[in-house]
């Protein structure tokens, strides 16, 4: 069985950091693009960014409001895919999932989010 | 960037009855590279529909996905109780926008 588990969020004073973790099981990671998508309260999702797998270079592409602020990194040794949040921004305040994808930016699998929150 | 608009915003039906979402995109998506996602309350997206048309592992036959280019629709043919919920749809082509979403709420 596909499991997604992300781990990391909390509540975090604007311009810190906080790094997500997304720990998968129950397939091959390495041979999956990974991503990131997020979710204001109340509001639709968007999509952050996303990482190759290493197949494919294990490149990363960013939504532009995202952009040098965060990086996605992954260790398929231990089969978990990270989001490195920097210079946090209010609006970055939303549930984070980690989704596995089969084709880059398609999510076939979620997982059950997690909760960042960014005031002072 | 792409620009997925979804119609209508609000849809209000009965259980056994059939609904129609509509997703128009500002440009056309490439290859059919559209998904559409349902969302239930306090529970993360489930992957529908994949490549305009076809279903996701595990989705009933009542969901059909169709459409090409611009203009792209998702049919339930018949609601039950736990179809009630936000549907998204996403193009995966470039950038993975997602709509704005539509819910069907019980009429």
């Known amino acids: 069985e596909v499991q997604l588990v992300e781990s990391g969020g909390g509540l975090v004073q604007p311009g810190r950091s906080l790094r997500l973790s997304c720990t998968a099981s129950g397939f091959t990671f390495g041979d999956y693009a990974m991503s990131w998508v997020r979710q204001a309260p109340g509001k639709g999702l968007e999509w952050v960014g996303f990482i190759r797998s290493k197949a494919y270079g294990g490149t990363t592409e960013y939504a532009a409001s995202v952009k040098g602020r965060f990086t996605i990194s992954r260790d398929d040794s231990k089969s978990i895919a990270y989001l490195q949040m920097n210079s946090l921004k209010t609006e970055d305040t939303a549930v984070y999932y980690c989704?596995?994808?089969?084709?880059?930016?398609?999510?076939?699998?979620w997982g059950q989010g997690t909760l960042v929150t960014v005031s002072s | 960037e792409i620009v997925l608009t979804q119609s209508p915003g609000t849809l209000s039906l009965s259980p056994g009855e059939r609904a129609t979402l509509s997703c128009r995109a500002s440009q056309s998506v490439s290859s059919s590279y559209l998904a559409w996602y349902q969302q239930k309350p306090g529970q993360a997206p489930r992957l529908l529909i994949y490549?305009?048309?076809s279903r996701a592992t595990g989705i009933p036959d009542r969901f059909s996905g169709s459409g090409s280019g611009t203009d792209f629709t998702l049919t339930i043919s018949r609601l039950e109780p736990e179809d009630f919920a936000v549907y998204y749809c996403?193009?995966?082509?470039?950038?993975?926008?997602f709509g704005g979403g539509t819910k069907v709420e019980i009429k």
């Open positions: 989704t596995r994808d089969p084709i880059t930016m398609l999510h076939d699998y």
């Open positions: 490549g305009a048309s």
């Open positions: 996403q193009q995966y082509g470039s950038s993975g926008t």
